[in-house]
């Protein structure tokens, strides 16, 4: 593919979806084609805000278009995206990848058989704090993660641990470039009738372990990351964007203590993902986080969600009944 302009549509123009529209109308190398979404009035009502035009199916944006993104409800996601495949449209798909990983295992098998590119939406891979703290990691042993968010009525159709945690599972995943062997977890509905907070202990088999809270029914808003490695500690705070660590140095009794803040430009996450993913395209190369690395996000994420529903059974199994695992 030349420097001409990437062709691009989103499909599902909710909350998020119609921020990836706003990002494509101003992004370098993009032309903001169209949009599609289920509700018509809301796709006529964000393609006259953004001036574009609202298509009436998928099938009839695909043939207008190079790549697609797609931000409808996780039910959708495999069938939405591997219609754009077969018109031969890359694809990236907002997390989950699928509603189960062996939906997940088709979709990239469709990617690969129709030659496309096949990205997934782990948005805080690129927040430029999570790039900065890549640069340092050695090898950490323990983890303290929290993203607890306030109520919102956007993303209910899945538990908390496939529409908040998961972030957080796809960023241990990455830094650690482990499979997790052990996994104790709990969550219980509050709000809603899925799983709205939740918590885990994981043990990789590198020997790390991580302790990663996810609520959607919280008071406040906290997304923060901390783990420690050999004679030092590291805090990333998504939201800020920043990276504290903290270091022993010198030897003897009385070791001096450095605090340094790591380089980090801030940046729309948004907007250096869909760069990211037309550079994919364009240069028809892999993507950062392609459909394998959604893959293993979703299944050590069916994985906590299994050790809730076990744990429900043993402490609660009128619970463990209302639950499920998707």
Do not use: W
């Not at 992004?27 to 169209?34: I, T, W």
């Not at 393609?47 to 190079?66: G, H, K, R, Y």
């Not at 709205?196 to 990789?204: G, L, P, T, W, Y």
Request: neutral net charge.
């Amino acid at each position: 593919m030349t420097d001409k302009k990437i062709r691009v549509g989103v499909i599902g123009v909710g909350d998020f979806g119609r921020n990836h529209v706003r990002v494509f109308r101003d992004l370098l190398g993009a032309e903001l084609v169209g949009i599609h979404d289920a509700d018509p009035e809301r796709a006529r009502q964000v393609a006259a805000e953004f001036d574009t035009q609202a298509f009436p199916s998928v099938a009839q944006l695909a043939e207008n278009i190079d790549a697609a993104c797609v931000a409808v409800p996780t039910k959708l996601h495999a069938r939405i995206s591997s219609e754009l495949l077969q018109h031969g449209v890359d694809v990236l798909v907002e997390k989950p990848i699928a509603s189960s990983v062996a939906e997940a295992d088709k979709l990239i098998a469709e990617a690969k058989k129709a030659d496309r590119i096949l990205q997934v939406g782990h948005l805080e891979r690129f927040n430029p704090a999570v790039v900065a703290v890549q640069k340092i990691v050695s090898r950490p042993l323990f983890f303290e993660v929290h993203r607890l968010g306030v109520f919102s009525p956007r993303s209910l159709d899945v538990d908390v641990v496939f529409d908040v945690m998961i972030h957080d599972l796809d960023i241990l995943l990455a830094l650690l470039h482990s499979p997790a062997r052990d996994i104790q977890a709990v969550g219980i509905p509050v709000l809603t009738d899925k799983v709205d907070i939740a918590h885990a202990r994981i043990e990789f088999e590198s020997g790390a372990v991580a302790n990663v809270t996810a609520s959607r029914v919280s008071t406040e808003r906290v997304r923060k990351l901390r783990f420690f490695q050999a004679r030092e500690y590291i805090s990333v705070d998504y939201t800020r964007q920043d990276v504290t660590r903290i270091r022993v140095v010198g030897e003897g009794s009385q070791p001096a203590i450095d605090f340094e803040k790591l380089p980090a430009e801030p940046e729309e996450p948004l907007k250096a993902e869909l760069r990211s993913f037309l550079a994919a395209v364009r240069e028809r190369k892999t993507p950062l986080v392609d459909g394998e690395a959604g893959r293993r996000a979703l299944d050590l994420a069916e994985r906590v969600m299994a050790g809730i529903v076990a744990h429900a059974h043993r402490v609660k199994p009128e619970l463990a009944s209302a639950l499920t695992l998707k």
